[in-house]
């Protein structure tokens, strides 16, 4: 079956350490979405990529990164910026940039030691 | 700018009652609405989605949504709710067309919580 798997479950950060999430789709989807969910607050988009090679920052874009080089991958990069990083992380993707996030991954838990 | 309210932070209910679950949204241009469910340590399903059309959606497991635009309003609604129902449910809105493409903006969340 076709899906979003994001790896690992459980991630812990020490102080100052960038770590890396992982994204992964065989649905060939062409939009994919990464998401931060705090208790109480909804989602909220940190970036976004439309297209191979491109992405665009979303609404709390500060102190993370992206790459997208290829069509079923899009890691997110928590940065040691990234002052409160402690949150559930979720990727998403959609058939096409006009459409909106149809599958979730089952999000990667981050903590910090 | 959107936003979108979900005015219940939890709702109890016992097995076989109905149930809504209330959300408001706020937007200057049109949008579509939708409704998502997630499980403890799971992702997020879609249940419905308004793009246009009859106001009334009928989604998956039973569940059933109202749009209201002089109320900004897209509560959800199941007449007879089940234990495995139990999870928290997420109002969303994005632009309809335009530049935003599938950017969403998503509520707080409501706990729907079922007693036997």
């Known amino acids: 079956d076709g899906g979003i798997t994001q790896s690992p479950k459980y991630l812990f950060r020490k102080e100052g350490q960038n770590v890396t999430l992982s994204c992964e789709q065989n649905l060939n989807h062409d939009a994919m979405y990464w998401y931060r969910q705090d208790p109480g607050q909804g989602l909220r988009l940190i970036y976004y990529s439309q297209i191979v090679n491109d992405f665009q920052k979303g609404d709390i874009a500060e102190g993370y990164s992206v790459s997208r080089e290829k069509k079923e991958s899009f890691p997110l990069t928590v940065t040691s910026a990234q002052k409160n990083p402690t949150a559930f992380y979720l990727c998403?993707?959609?058939?096409?940039?006009?459409?909106?996030?149809?599958?979730f991954g089952d999000g990667t838990r981050l903590s910090i030691l | 700018a959107q936003s979108v309210t979900q005015l219940d932070s939890q709702v109890p209910v016992f097995e076989e009652a109905p149930v809504e679950l209330r959300c408001n949204y706020s937007s200057s241009v049109s949008v579509y609405l939708f409704w998502y469910v997630q499980y403890p340590n799971q992702g997020l399903q879609l249940l419905l989605k308004?793009?246009?059309?009859?106001?009334l959606v009928k989604g998956i497991n039973g569940f059933e949504a109202e749009f209201n635009k002089s109320q900004t309003s897209f509560h959800l609604r199941k007449p007879s709710v089940h234990i495995s129902d139990t999870a928290e449910y997420f109002c969303?809105?994005?632009?309809?067309?335009?530049?935003?493409?599938?950017?969403?903006?998503f509520g707080q969340g409501t706990i729907l919580t079922v007693h036997p």
């Open positions: 998403a993707s959609s058939i096409s940039r006009s459409d909106q996030p149809q599958h």
């Open positions: 969303a809105v994005s632009n309809a067309g335009g530049t935003s493409y599938g950017k969403l903006t």
């Open positions: 308004y793009l246009s059309g009859s106001t």
